[in-house]
């Protein structure tokens, strides 16, 4: 087997199991030769450290598999680590009123680049790393056996796909051919879900949780629903038994399939208006005109893709919460939410703070959002933890 030696200065995050190595931490490489191939990551000292899948051209030059090296890399290894993430899903597999959950969510079940969402009877994955893509054949074979779906769809048409040296394809890859779109059922309400071409797999699964606990807060409130899709929090707000939701999106695609999920759930029309723009200038044209809301959903996409825009997604992020604050009635919700994976938690809460100071309203905060729990953490990969949200009640 190939390995990697590691720089001196560089083995620390390594020992508190952080499961990436950067190119700018080896050493040296020794008999490595296919993109996704699994290596031995050694110490300095020479010390096997990790068993780890090469890539050729990212940055992050491997991913480890596992800190136990008297474990082989093999099929049966990937099976075992396909069946364990599902087995921590049998809660909400075995669920009536839920039919779509995430089954793999990458480093954090073991399975570094992996996702694999199952939308009813279908599932979709993406294929992000050259260790998840080296292992294609036997991952595509493992989740056919164990869910027996329909058909297996790629979607790993995603530019961190361009990083790792790989063209962005999709396609299917196992059974059927899924048709245009799929229906689904999220705690009982109906979602019409197009995975060729919607985002990410479809449907943003990881704010399920926070789409149920929206629910309990908005009963004959009205609601501002802000990016939002195709309308996941507005559905979920309507049959809570919300007086009226205005969802803002700039996709009228997205805009559409919200209008379809209005008739899958059966909601008279009326009460839910969709207004095609841009958040940041309607906020604006709201305030403006005094117009204001009992609740209000920011779940706006990464406004950081990198470190290098940092500092403008901090202003992003102020910018629309401060706006929001001003439009709230006295008692009012705020619900924000951040997926930028730079943005650590104590970095949102502390923008999220500046804006509520900025705009003269006192604010609670009376409960803090995570993503959903089969989308988990891991401890010791603070990137996995990438979805923040917070409940602000205003005075
Ligand atoms: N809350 C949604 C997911 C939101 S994803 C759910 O639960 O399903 C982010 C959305 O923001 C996308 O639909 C995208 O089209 C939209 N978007 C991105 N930038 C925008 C902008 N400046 N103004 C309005 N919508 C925007």
């Known amino acids: 087997m190939g390995y990697m030696i590691l720089k001196k200065t560089r083995e620390r995050s390594l020992v ?46 491997a991913r480890v598999w596992t800190f136990d090296d008297n474990l082989k890399i093999d099929p049966d290894f990937i ?8 087995e921590k ?30 939308y009813d009877e279908f599932l979709v994955c993406q294929f992000l790393s ?3 893509e080296f292992w294609k054949k036997t991952i595509v074979q493992v989740l056919s056996e164990e869910i027996k779906p329909h058909g297996i769809y790629e979607r790993s048409d995603t530019e961190v796909r361009t990083k790792e040296g790989f ?7 196992y059974g059927d051919l899924p048709p245009e779109i799929i229906q689904i059922k999220e705690h009982g309400i109906n979602y019409a879900v197009n995975i060729k071409a919607g985002h990410k797999t479809g449907f943003y699964l990881d ?30 707000a309507l049959v809570a038994g919300a007086t009226r939701v205005t969802n803002i999106d700039s996709s009228s695609e997205s805009l559409n399939l919200l209008e379809q ?8 029309k009326s009460k839910s208006l969709q207004v095609e723009g841009d958040v940041f200038k309607i906020l604006r044209t709201y305030r403006d005109s005094c117009k204001n809301f009992d609740v209000i959903i920011l779940d706006p996409p990464k406004f950081a893709e990198s470190k290098s825009q940092l500092m403008g997604a ?3 992020y102020k910018d629309i919460n401060l706006l929001a604050f001003k439009l709230l009635n006295p008692g009012g919700l705020l619900f924000t939410f951040s997926c930028s994976g730079h943005i650590v938690p104590e970095l949102f809460f502390k923008i999220v703070s500046e804006a509520a100071t900025d705009s003269d309203r006192e604010v609670q905060l009376i409960r803090t959002l995570s993503q959903s729990a089969d989308h988990p953490v891991i401890l010791n990969f603070p990137e996995s933890h990438y979805l923040k949200g917070l409940i602000c009640k205003v005075r």
């Open 130 to 132: 050259a260790g998840a």
């Open 79 to 86: 099976k075992s680590r396909l069946i364990s993430s599902i």
């Open 314 to 316: 901090l202003r992003g």
């Open 167 to 173: 063209e962005k394809i999709s396609g299917n890859l």
């Open 16 to 61: 508190r199991r952080h499961p990436w190595i950067f190119s700018g931490a080896v050493e040296k490489k020794v008999g490595i030769e296919q993109n996704g191939q699994t290596v031995e990551i050694r110490s300095f000292g020479g010390e096997i450290m990790a068993l780890a899948a090469w890539s050729e051209f990212s940055q992050i030059c």
């Open 207 to 236: 704010q399920s949780e926070s789409r149920l606990i929206l629910q309990e807060y908005c009963r004959q409130k009205e609601i501002l629903n802000c990016f939002s899709y195709t309308g996941g929090f507005g559905i979920a």
């Open 89 to 118: 899903r049998k809660v909400i597999l075995n669920e009536t009123d839920t039919n779509a959950c995430r089954l793999v969510n990458a480093e954090s079940d073991g399975i570094p680049g992996l996702i694999v969402d199952k």
């Open 261 to 268: 999920n209005l008739s899958l759930n059966g909601i008279d």
